[in-house]
Antibody, heavy 118, light 106 residues
Framework: QVQLQESGPGLVKPSETLSLTCTVS????????WSWIRQPAGKGLEWIGR???????NYNPSLKSRVTMSVDTSKNQFSLKLSSVTAADTAVYYC????????????WGQGTLVTVSS | SYELTQPPSVSVSPGQTASITCSGD??????ACWYRQKPGQSPVLVIY???KRPSGIPERFSGSNSGNTATLTISGTQAMDEAAYYC?????????FGGGTKLTVL
């Protein structure tokens, strides 16, 4: 059973860069798509972007200028960096993996709350 | 940008059939999938590629997608099905989620 676990700071100051890592266990990270999705408290889901294990990426156009994703197959990890954060970036951040199809998310991490505040 | 529209809430009596719709321009030309999210938990995939069920998802969950509307149907709804449900599709290499529907089992 594939499991995903997010890690990173729970508090980030405004204008700084949010950095999160997702560790995949129970299976290889190779040859699949991996995404980041966020959810502000009491609101819906917002896709941030995805990365394939080759390193190719797709980003949400509304966040593209601030997002960078990377993958480390040797550590079975992939990462998210979101720059110039504001309070509007406060949310639960999920990592997710696409296995049955590249168009849906089969496995999700438990989510990690990131608060942007000084 | 592409948008998916869901009703904010749907109510159903236990044992009855619940239908949750998701509307988008020519949605039937794309694959739609559905997630269930209970409070404090991560979303769970319940339908993918319009009508396929992942392993472990009960047969009472089914899906369809045609024209501009995808529909999630829960037959014989149980109290445990009370949750928020989100539809999702791809458009122009971008993931789009619907706003979510709160299913209440009265």
């Amino acid at each position: 059973q594939v499991q995903l676990q997010e890690s990173g700071p729970g508090l980030v100051k405004p204008s700084e860069t949010l950095s999160l890592t997702c560790t995949v266990s129970g299976g290889s990270i190779s040859s699949f798509y991996w995404s980041w999705i966020r959810q502000p408290a009491g609101k819906g889901l917002e896709w941030i972007g995805r990365i394939y294990t080759s390193g190719s990426t797709n980003y949400n156009p509304s966040l593209k200028s601030r997002v960078t994703m990377s993958v480390d197959t040797s550590k079975n990890q992939f990462s998210l960096k979101l720059s110039s954060v504001t309070a509007a970036d406060t949310a639960v951040y999920y990592c997710a993996g696409s296995f049955t199809s590249s168009t849906n998310f089969d496995y999700w991490g438990q989510g990690t709350l990131v608060t942007v505040s000084s | 940008s592409y948008e998916l529209t869901q009703p904010p809430s749907v109510s159903v009596s236990p044992g009855q059939t619940a239908s949750i719709t998701c509307s988008g321009d020519k949605l039937g030309d794309k694959y739609a999938c559905w997630y269930r999210q209970k409070p404090g938990q991560s979303p769970v995939l319940v339908i993918y590629q319009d009508s396929k069920r992942p392993s472990g998802i009960p047969e009472r969950f089914s899906g369809s997608n045609s024209g501009n509307t995808a529909t999630l149907t829960i037959s014989g709804t149980q109290a445990m099905d009370e949750a928020a449900y989100y539809c999702q599709a791809w458009d122009s290499s971008t993931v789009v989620f619907g706003g979510g529907t709160k299913l209440t089992v009265l």
